[in-house]
């Protein structure tokens, strides 16, 4: 079965076609993230430019899904990575996009509901962290293909309440939780899914430095502080920070109110008071966004400020938060960890996806 990735959209795609291979230059990976950056990335399979009503153009690559979860998994995470991590990673990967193209033919328009960004127009995912990484034949490596090649077709599923029928798992993934996963419905839709529970992870509190080095890309590795962190803001900062993000001028900033939190801690609705304005932003995503010049770590933080002056607005406002990432489903982190403590990919799996069964697709 194929799959068509959104690589790039452009101006004019600037690519070179090889006997086997294509060549796409300029690509834009972490797309609003702090690791955000630009490379040159070669690809298998076969390359479509879609011409798009804006006057822009798209690289569209189309490839058997297998072939691209070898691209994902070593994209996602390090090739010398333990191989039970890979494994889990190459089940809940094939899961999430199974799942993805299942739901897209039954019903078109799925992603205007199922992500916060709107749909992909011409394409099944995306290359970025939206979807999944899929970053081209530079990263592939001989144990994430094994990875994929000995799980091949194996899918994480789990039976509903009502027709007792086993459906495809909504496997989501981040780099590290903080201590505790979160639910669905406190970063995407008002739904639960009863394999999407917050779990304990005792796991991803780790400054190993050879573990990180084992399971981290390159670039990942240049996040040192993915558990614990901390961002202080004078009030202009922030100030500019919010209008820059939201477009809203709060004028001078009061306060920052968390006014609901998801299982982990994870603040999904906040509020913001200005001496010009209050407003309430949200879900996880939105807040992340909001306060960073790129997006925070995660929503998981409380908020410290300088003493009320006179004017009743606090010189500075201090984040101190916890995790990397949304913190629904697995912790990449977490489980790297766990396969250095030889657990299986099952145990992996069943940890951060509790009442789930593996099965052949
Ligand atoms: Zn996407
Ligand atoms: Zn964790």
């Known amino acids: ?23 796409l230059k300029n690509v834009r990976i972490g797309i609003g993230f702090h690791w955000d950056r630009t490379e040159d990335q070669e690809f298998a ?19 058997d899904i297998e072939d691209y979860l070898c691209s994902v998994i070593s994209s996602e995470m390090s090739a010398d990575s333990p191989l039970e991590l890979l494994k889990a990673h190459a089940v809940i990967s094939r899961s999430w996009v ?20 709107g749909g992909h127009i011409g394409f099944d995912v995306c290359a970025d962290d939206h979807c999944q990484r899929y970053e081209g034949l530079q990263r592939m490596n001989a144990r994430a293909v094994q990875a994929v090649r000995e799980t091949a077709g194996q899918v994480l599923t789990f039976s509903t309440d009502s027709t007792h029928s086993h459906e ?19 970063c995407w ?24 080095r084992t399971v981290l890309n390159q670039y990942d590795q240049e996040t040192a502080d993915f558990h614990d962190w901390e961002v202080t803001y004078t ?53 992340r966004r909001a306060l960073s010049p790129s997006c925070l770590y995660s929503s998981w ?53 509790p009442d789930t069964h593996l099965q052949q697709y």
């Open 301 to 353: 933080f409380t908020i410290h400020h300088t003493p009320y002056t006179t004017h009743h607005t606090p010189l500075s406002f201090t984040l101190i938060g916890h995790g990397w990432g949304h913190g629904v489903g697995l912790c990449q982190i977490g489980a790297a960890v766990m396969a250095t403590q030889q657990h299986t990919y099952q145990d992996i799996l069943s940890f951060y996806y």
């Open 45 to 63: 399979g076969q390359l479509e430019i879609l011409h798009n009503p804006d006057g822009t153009q798209t690289a569209v690559n189309i490839i």
């Open 168 to 186: 495809l798992c909504d496997c989501r993934f981040y780099k590290c939780c903080g201590g505790k996963t979160e639910l669905f419905s406190t």
């Open 235 to 287: 009030n202009r900062e922030l100030h500019d920070i919010l209008l820059k993000k939201t477009g809203i001028d709060f004028g001078d900033i009061i306060d920052l109110i968390p006014l609901k939190r998801g299982a982990s801690g994870r603040i999904y609705s906040l509020q913001i008071k200005g001496s010009l304005c209050t407003h309430t932003i949200g879900k996880e995503l939105a807040i």
């Open 1 to 23: 079965m194929n799959i068509r990735i959104g690589i790039l959209t452009a101006p004019q795609i600037d690519f070179v076609q090889n006997e086997k291979t294509f060549l």
């Open 189 to 212: 839709e008002d739904i639960d899914y009863p394999y999407l529970q917050s779990v304990q992870c005792p796991y991803c509190n780790t400054q190993d430095a050879s573990i990180l």
């Open 98 to 117: 199974l799942r993805l193209l299942q739901r897209e033919k039954q019903r078109k328009n799925i992603r205007q509901t199922a992500f916060e960004d």
